[in-house]
């Protein structure tokens, strides 16, 4: 009678809450992969890429109108949590989700992009299949599995939950990197370094989440932050940690020294992969390491600051120098995206509110460009498959005016030119920067800038003003999705150029409601 009556006073088990409504975009992206894995089991080969294609746009369209709700519903309410206090649901976790699904949202339409056969020079073999997302449907579980771990990373609210959004969404890529069907062995090698750096990255990570762990007893952002603030003499344990997990972070968004695997991956990589990759994986590291160093580390930037200051100095100075001796054009636009990388860190070593929403809308219209810039080297075709060689780009202005042009646009925006997003995101980020005390980093983002021009002038030059060789690239007509990417890329840098107020308000709004400490 003891022992029961013990057993009837002991507590009873909670059930953990878990809001699902605020987790809906996240949780249909990933049923909706599980869903896609079941596709390629089950449905014939002759319907399985029309299903998948199908359920990869409609879960990320829905995805999307579910965030929108979702940031009606809540208001914006800084400090909201969802799933145990693991998952921060507030204004800059909506804004990236949104920025995420629809950049993740055009890449699809690159991915299932075919090409006219008769039109693309080569073997029927060589024809079969040109980019990834034609012979290999498997690609779209494995994107919105990526998708997925993509969305959780910036808003995990937790040390492992985000390390888990780690994991999730490298690994689909670790495959999708190895995927391309020209030059394989070159994939290969690209998805191999790509798996090894990683796996290093997130080792280093992990070590951090332990050494934090060790500091303060716990491995929930806010937690960390109020350990750190009361901490007066400083811990070998708190400063460990901040150097292993920004190690970690820093690799995902290919800043210097750890950007050795951006050039191999980008090259070697199926394009569309490459423009999944070098939009959606940047925006959703970046929003992890804002939420890291705004949240848990926001009481230590006199401490993070400096380091951060050489990073993205190195970062924006070696992106650029290295471009200029590029000839292969993929390789030159995945050093173009390290020079960016540094452009993003002066608004994140602002540390301030500012800082945080000129970052987003850089994330945001930066994306934008990557994914048209990459869509027209889909195009652009020779014997071997893309013309990759910058020599086979000469004289396109001649052969094809309306893609070189687009080209052209999107290459003068990467460089900062009035009336295209890129200007505009850059002056956000350095008046952030000025406003945060770092003139001398705004001082060296510009004359960054301008010796990233010069490489981007010079392939425009080659393009207008160089006569075309005879064997020279053919321009492949775009078909439906290829046609819509590359359109929504020059409308957006146009529009986000000439009218980006929307969009900065927008990433104002959600910067006032970053989740409180």
């Given amino acids: 009678m003891t022992r029961l009556a013990s057993l009837a006073a002991a507590p009873t088990f909670t059930p953990p809450h878990i809001e699902y409504g605020q987790l809906s975009p996240i949780l249909l992206v990933f049923g909706l992969a599980v869903a896609g894995v079941l596709v390629e089991a089950f449905v014939p080969r002759a319907h399985r890429r029309s299903v998948q294609l199908g359920l990869t746009l409609g879960g990320l369209a829905g995805a999307f109108g579910l965030t929108i709700a979702v940031g009606a519903t809540t208001k914006l309410a800084p400090g909201h949590i969802a799933a145990m206090g693991a998952v921060a649901v507030d204004g800059p976790a909506l804004f990236i989700w949104g920025t995420i699904l629809v950049l993740a949202f055009v890449s699809v339409l690159l991915s299932a992009f075919v090409a006219q056969a008769a039109a693309v020079p080569g073997s029927a073999e060589e024809r079969e299949g040109l980019l990834a997302g034609m012979a290999h449907t498997e690609v779209y579980p494995l994107t919105l599995f990526a998708v997925s771990g993509m969305l959780l990373f910036p808003a995990a609210n937790d040390l492992l939950t985000m390390f888990i959004a780690l994991e999730v969404l490298s690994l689909p890529l670790y495959l ?39 500091f303060s007893g716990s491995v929930n952002l806010g937690a960390i932050a109020a350990a750190a603030s009361s901490n007066t003499s400083g811990s070998t344990l708190l400063y460990a940690g901040i150097a292993l997990v920004g190690l970690g972070l820093l690799f995902k968004i290919g800043a210097v020294p750890f950007q050795s695997w951006k050039p191999d991956v980008y090259q070697g990589a199926p394009t569309p992969v490459t423009a999944l990759m070098a939009s959606c994986t940047v925006v959703s590291a970046f929003g992890a390491l804002l939420r890291i160093f705004y949240v848990a580390f926001g009481q230590l930037t006199w401490d993070w600051r400096p380091a951060m200051w050489v ?13 200029i001796t590029q000839t292969d054009v993929k390789r030159l636009l995945a050093y173009s995206s390290i020079a960016h990388a540094g452009f993003i860190l002066t608004g994140v070593v602002a540390a301030s509110t500012l800082g945080l929403s000129s970052s987003m809308f850089y994330l945001a219209v930066y994306g934008f460009t990557t994914i048209g810039a990459f869509a027209v080297v889909t195009l652009v075709r020779d014997q071997t498959g893309e013309a990759a060689h910058l020599r086979r780009w000469a004289g396109l202005g001649k052969r094809s005016p309306v893609v070189a042009g687009v080209f052209a646009f999107f290459l003068l925006a990467f460089a900062g030119i009035p009336l295209t997003s890129g200007f505009t995101g850059k002056f956000a980020v350095f008046q952030a920067a000025i406003a945060g005390g770092a003139l001398p980093l705004v001082i060296v983002g510009v004359l960054s800038s301008a010796i990233a021009a010069f490489f981007y002038v010079r392939v425009i030059v080659l393009m207008f003003f160089s006569d075309p060789a005879p064997d020279g690239p053919s321009v492949v007509a775009p078909g439906l999705f290829t046609g819509t990417a590359v359109a929504i890329g020059a409308v957006t840098t146009l529009v986000f150029g000439v009218v980006p107020g929307p969009l900065l308000n927008l990433a104002n709004h959600a910067a006032n409601h970053l989740f409180a400490r």
């Fill in 176 to 214: 999708l990197c190895g995927l391309a069907r020209r030059r394989r062995l070159l994939s290969q090698e690209a998805a191999m370094k790509y798996f090894l750096l990683g796996a290093f990255s997130s080792a280093f990570f992990l070590f951090g989440i332990a050494m934090l762990y060790g």
């Fill in 311 to 323: 990073v993205a100095i190195l970062t924006m100075v070696v992106g650029a120098i290295i471009a």
